[in-house]
């Protein structure tokens, strides 16, 4: 039995199909917690940082009134807490609740799992030149954006 050589869907369109790819994965996983994928954005950014609420709407792309009923609305369920800035009172981080880290912990867990299945058809030698040229192209980004891609800071 011969195999078909693989089909060239051309950057954009290859890029624009693993991400839908992707997103429906993530969003799927996320609702196992009833999570929207906005939802399962805050908790993904508030793994790793405690950011104020200017610094969240730059992390999540959105402005600051959206951020705002986000986190409102997070913080009912139980998922995060404002805490006061130790530098200045008027300002408010937003850190995960034990809660909100299990949830975290459990839609990664999950997470993790789907994406191995989706590069699972990969060698281990494509499955890091893909982390490699994805880390790539998104710490390029980071960079023109000023947005850290790895927190270099220590959680306040």
């Known amino acids: 039995m011969t195999t078909a050589p ?3 869907l051309g950057i954009v369109d290859a890029l624009a ?3 839908f790819l992707v997103q429906n994965t993530l969003a799927r996983t996320a609702d196992a917690d009833d999570l929207s ?4 954005r805050l908790l993904g ?7 104020g609420m200017r610094e969240l709407a730059t992390l999540l792309d959105l402005d600051k009134s ?3 009923g986000l986190v409102d609305r997070a913080e009912r369920r139980g998922l995060v807490q404002r805490v006061p800035s130790r ?5 408010a981080h937003v850190r995960l ?3 909100g880290r299990d949830v975290v912990d459990r839609v990664t867990a999950a997470f993790d799992q789907e994406v191995e299945n989706i590069v699972a058809p990969l060698g281990r ?3 890091d030149a893909l982390r490699r040229l994805a880390t790539r192209v998104l710490a390029a980004r980071a960079e023109t954006t000023g947005v850290e891609l790895v927190p270099t800071a220590p959680r306040p």
């Open 6 to 8: 693989d089909p060239d």
């Open 87 to 91: 530098e200045d009172r008027r300002m």
């Open 97 to 99: 609740t034990t809660a």
């Open 66 to 68: 959206s951020v705002t």
């Open 37 to 40: 994928l906005v939802q399962t």
């Open 17 to 19: 199909q693993l991400s």
């Open 45 to 51: 950014v508030l793994r790793d940082r405690e950011p």
């Open 125 to 127: 030698d494509d499955r």
